[in-house]
Antibody, heavy 119, light 106 residues
Framework: QVQVVESGGGVVQPGESLRLSCAASGFTFSKIGMHWVRQTPGKGLEWVAFIRYDGNNKYADSVKGRFTISRDNSKNTLYLQMNSLRAEDTAIYYC?????????????WGQGTLVTVSS | DIQLTQSPSSLSASIGDRVTITCRASQNIKNYVNWYQQKPGKAPNLLIYASSDLQAGVPSRFSGSGSGTDFTLTITSLQPEDLATYYCQQSYGASYTFGQGTKLEI
């Protein structure tokens, strides 16, 4: 069965960095695009970044230049490197599989990992 | 970015009711709309894609419609397990965005 499991969340101070990981199983990871989506009580759900199976990627404006999405297809693992973190980056971060329909969909979600940015 | 506005923000209904949630886009997004259900303490779950296509495994009491700027999610014969928050999401723009959510109380 499809599984995506996030790790790496924690508490950091503003300006610091953090790297999230997502271990994928139950599907051919190297052939599927992956997303990061975050959720806060105040701003709701926010798409963060996408990486295609071949490494092509795109970002939300709010994280462009600070976050980097990457993948290691040999390890079936997705990453999100988060630099220059701000208080407004505090959220639950979900690793999400691209649904494979003709438009972008989010079909399998992990349980999420909490990132807290606070001094 | 394309903005999505859902209404109502919250809704109280009874078992067996027919429920309709609307989502309005800030510009024409054709049928590039998906709907998700999020139960308390869980991650969202894809219900409907491309405005009206039912995701595999989703009960047929869920349906979607609309195109352009106005979209609806309908639940016929509401069940206790449908207690959740429902989100629309657009995939038309370069950046994907979600509505603010509709909390369904039973």
């Amino acid at each position: 069965q499809v599984q995506v499991v996030e790790s790496g969340g924690g508490v950091v101070q503003p300006g610091e960095s953090l790297r999230l990981s997502c271990a994928a199983s139950g599907f051919t990871f190297s052939k599927i695009g992956m997303h990061w989506v975050r959720q806060t009580p105040g701003k709701g759900l926010e798409w963060v970044a996408f990486i295609r199976y071949d490494g092509n990627n795109k970002y939300a404006d709010s994280v462009k230049g600070r976050f980097t999405i990457s993948r290691d297809n040999s390890k079936n693992t997705l990453y999100l490197q988060m630099n220059s973190l701000r208080a407004e980056d505090t959220a639950i971060y979900y690793c999400v599989r691209e649904g494979g329909h003709w438009l972008a969909t989010f079909d399998y979600w992990g349980q999420g990992t909490l990132v807290t940015v606070s001094s | 970015d394309i903005q999505l506005t859902q209404s109502p923000s919250s809704l109280s209904a009874s078992i067996g009711d027919r429920v309709t949630i609307t989502c309005r886009a800030s510009q024409n997004i054709k049928n590039y709309v998906n709907w998700y259900q999020q139960k308390p303490g869980k991650a969202p779950n894809l219900l409907i894609y491309a405005s009206s296509d039912l995701q595999a495994g989703v009960p047929s009491r869920f349906s979607g419609s609309g195109s352009g700027t106005d979209f609806t999610l309908t639940i016929t014969s509401l069940q206790p397990e449908d207690l959740a928050t429902y989100y629309c999401q657009q995939s038309y723009g370069a950046s994907y965005t979600f509505g603010q959510g509709t909390k369904l109380e039973i």
